[in-house]
């Protein structure tokens, strides 16, 4: 089955086509630069940058594969969560598509996006699993039952992990978002080298995720060290990114240890998931617990892209014969939650 | 085309070919390059045919020095600070734009990517030149990163190899990372105007926590919960990265009984809950980018309560509706201790 998915939620422009869980065509266009990978929307170009290279986009990813749209056999689009003036652009070039070639339309949470996109070429993996999607928006960890039923056990009550680490950077005067340069520098610095706080040591039920303290707590270590040399910022970004994943460590331990079920695997995605260090970490721990990390296979895939969508898409809907969402019934939700 | 090694006459014919508006291929310290002077429009709609670019792209450009730097873009402490700790170097740094360059050359928005060459080759070029070239990779939009010029010649037309005047060969370059971008624009600080807003010295608080400072948003609600109905009440909360604006935003969820988690609105800009609406302006570009946000919209339900993070930065939209809503100005900085925060009111 062949899906072409759209995906319009935040600064990207993403049309995708997927067979299966196979991604044969992926195109972004990114409205940040190439390393802001999870910096946020833009609203001031996003809905016009958006309507102006919609049509590109998707004449890009069909000729990519060499394929039509009457070759598709459904479309599926992004309607939430993300900035309700840019997921319009999607939903709206979505319905016109699926109008003029008389294709089902399915709406897609893009967090359930992001946590399925380890999914993508891969045939099979037993349930229930961990998921855990880190991004700029996002920061959660969630029970995967089954496809489409899904139990949230923790998520951020104040930034995002993405967005700490973009915060994190910008203390340290690399610009905004900066959490793609800030883990870079934390391969030369050394994470011993300033003692900051972990978040949330004293939690008991340990279902939530909070930077403030953190942010807090490194801002006045900053202003400590001002002014910074590249060993200091090197230093300290190695730091703050190591108390960061910390924290994310301890709350995944605390669920695998407490949950009366057997997991055997972990689907980690989002734009952290890029992070090599995160993944180490995770890969360690998980490793004694006998739990298999699954990452995408790619940093595209990581990203906010259309072609983990599709694949949402399918795993949701392969057995569904006929898709009866009413058109007019599909509308963006801002808000969505999975 | 013509494809030269590195000797003593590289540069001299180098400078020569950009000066005719000619574009050249040549090693960096990451990939291989393709340089064209960046202040030619031709050479610039050259350049946009071989890269098969669509419209809209903007290019980093390589400059000779901070001083060169300066002449094409405006530099603010946080960009001057990373030249001289990271440039020369792998690093680009986006500033503000002077608009000196061919057109294109900057971003939409107007931003400017620059950077400074380690490879001494390309330093010499920018040098004898005297103006910037481009530092783009030398693979069409879409292609492989360049180590070799085999990369690009076999990746690239007919049409598009004649495009090219010069190419610099040097071997296959060492597989370095490409370089790292920082967008330094964000730190442009908000111009605020003396008499822009009036805070009343009487009105400080001290907060010793975040629970503090959110039974503190809770007060200044019920203070003025009289005007509910009557006009959308804004709090534009003013303070640095980490002082507690989303703490304070919690207390007044808290207050009007929304049951959601009450999170950072950095990332989204806006997040509604119910009657309660969260903005952050931190990243918005000008104060008219409010309006594009629905803010114009969001005031005309006379029920709404809103949270404006980073509301200096949209002082004047805010200022602007002042006849159709509350302004409660809430100011917080750091103190001494490292949970104490000073919050200091003020009413329109």
Same mark, same amino acid.
């Given at each position: 089955m062949k899906i072409l998915s759209i995906d319009t939620s935040c600064d990207e422009t993403s049309v995708a086509i997927t067979e299966g869980t196979k991604v044969i065509s992926n195109i972004i266009w990114s409205q940040a630069s190439q390393h802001a990978s999870f910096g946020g929307v833009m609203p001031s170009l996003a809905q016009r940058l958006h309507r102006e290279r919609i049509d590109w986009v998707i004449n890009r990813a069909l000729l990519n594969c060499k394929l039509?749209?009457?070759?598709?056999d459904r479309i599926a689009v992004t309607v939430g969560p993300g900035l309700a003036i840019a997921l319009e652009v999607g939903i709206s070039k979505a319905k016109e598509l699926a109008l003029k070639y008389n294709k089902p339309l399915i709406p897609i949470n893009h967090i359930e996006g992001h946590l399925l996109s380890p999914l993508a070429n891969k045939s099979h993996i037993s349930l229930p699993a961990f998921g855990l999607v880190v991004s700029g928006g996002n920061t959660q960890l969630i029970l995967i039952e089954k496809i489409g039923k899904y139990k949230v056990l923790a998520q951020t009550v104040d930034d995002a992990l993405g967005e700490a680490l973009d915060k994190g950077a910008r203390l340290l005067g690399? +610009?905004?978002? +900066?959490g793609a340069t800030l883990e870079k520098f934390t391969r030369v610095g050394n994470p011993k080298a300033y003692s900051l706080p972990v978040p949330l040591l004293d939690d008991k039920i340990r279902n939530r995720f909070s930077y403030s303290g953190l942010k807090t707590a490194m801002f006045r270590l900053v202003e400590k060290e001002k002014p910074l040399t590249k060993e200091k910022i090197h230093n300290l970004a190695a730091s703050f990114q190591g108390v960061a994943f910390k924290h994310v460590e301890n709350v995944l331990s605390y669920h695998i240890n407490h949950l009366p079920l057997t997991i055997n695997h972990l689907l980690l995605g989002g734009g952290?998931? /890029? /992070?090599n260090q995160l993944r180490k970490n995770l890969r360690k721990l998980l490793k004694s617990h006998g739990i298999t990390l699954h990452t995408p296979y790619s940093k595209k895939l990581c990203g906010d892209n259309a072609a983990m969508i599709g694949i949402v898409a399918y795993l949701k809907n392969k057995n569904t014969k006929n898709i009866n969402a009413k058109l007019e019934d599909i509308d963006r939700v801002p808000n969505a939650k999975v | 085309m013509e494809i030269i090694k590195q000797n003593t006459k590289t540069v001299a014919k180098a400078v020569s070919v950009l000066r005719a508006g000619g574009l050249v291929i040549f090693p960096t310290e990451t990939v291989y390059g393709i340089a064209a002077d960046a202040t030619n429009l031709k050479a610039i709609e050259k350049l946009n045919s071989y890269k098969k670019r669509p419209i809209g792209k903007s290019y980093s450009i390589a400059v000779s020095d901070i001083k060169m730097a300066e002449k094409y873009a405006l530099l603010n402490n946080t960009a001057k600070n990373i030249y001289k700790e990271f440039l020369p170097g792998p690093v680009t740094v986006i500033s503000q734009g002077k608009h000196k360059l061919a057109p294109g050359v900057e971003s939409e928005a107007g931003t400017l990517g620059i950077r400074i060459s380690s490879y001494p080759l390309v330093n010499q070029i920018v040098t004898v030149l005297g103006r910037p070239i481009t530092a783009t990779s030398a693979n069409a939009s879409y292609m492989r990163r360049p180590y070799k010029i085999s990369d690009i010649v076999g990746n690239i037309s007919k049409k598009q190899k004649d495009l090219v005047d010069l190419i610099i060969d040097v071997g296959k370059l060492p597989r370095h990372e490409p370089s790292t971008v920082i967008d330094t624009t964000i730190d442009n600080p908000a111009v605020l105007r003396q008499g822009d807003i009036k805070f009343n010295n009487e009105n400080e608080i001290l907060s010793t926590s975040e629970e503090n400072t959110q039974n503190i948003a809770k007060e200044l609600f019920q203070k003025h919960e009289r005007f509910v109905g009557k006009r959308p009440i804004i709090f534009a909360l003013i303070g640095e990265m980490g002082t507690g604006k989303t703490q304070f935003t919690k207390g007044l969820g808290k207050v009007l009984g929304v049951k959601e988690e009450i999170v950072?609105?950095?990332?989204?800009l806006v997040l509604e809950y119910g009657k309660l609406i969260h903005i952050d302006a931190w990243r918005l570009q000008s104060t008219e980018k409010l309006k594009t946000l629905g803010f114009l919209k969001m005031i005309e339900d006379k029920n709404m309560i809103i949270a404006i993070e980073w509301a200096d930065r949209v002082i004047k939209e805010i200022k602007n509706q002042r006849e159709h809503v509350l302004i409660i100005w809430v100011k917080i900085k750091y103190g001494k201790g490292i949970n104490e925060r000073f919050i200091n009111w003020g009413v329109i």
């Open positions: 039509q749209i009457e070759n598709c690399l +610009g905004y978002p +900066g952290v998931a /890029n /992070n | 950072s609105p950095t990332f989204n």
